[in-house]
């Protein structure tokens, strides 16, 4: 399948280094036919906003929500690669 990240913003090593401190990001994959928004997390965030929305809410709930070891871009690229390559994108 052929696709296209579109980052939040244009991204630096500055910006990829405090996005990777954050463990967390914001995408979107967009491709022939469609687009979805994709939140990126990394283990350790992940845990902690569940952990805060069990909390405050009682429950945690995400849609398309993607793990990977680590926010880097490297990471990202590879993790949506892989989906894409299972039509993960034009699931619904």
């Known amino acids: ?3 296209r990240i579109e980052w939040p913003v244009p991204m630096d090593e500055y910006d990829w280094a405090i996005q990777q401190a954050k463990g967390w990001l914001a995408v979107t994959v967009a ?3 469609g687009r979805r928004a994709v939140e990126v997390y990394d283990p350790d965030r992940l845990a902690q906003s569940v952990a805060v929305e069990l ?3 009682g ?3 995400a849609r398309d929500l ?3 070891p680590s926010v880097t871009r490297e990471h990202v ?3 949506v690669s892989a989906i894409a390559d ?4 034009r699931r619904r």
């Open 77 to 79: 690229e590879a993790a």
């Open 1 to 3: 399948m052929d696709y």
């Open 59 to 61: 429950h945690f709930i």
């Open 86 to 89: 299972e039509d993960f994108f």
């Open 31 to 33: 491709w022939e036919g």
């Open 66 to 68: 993607l793990v990977v």
């Open 55 to 57: 909390d405050r809410l």
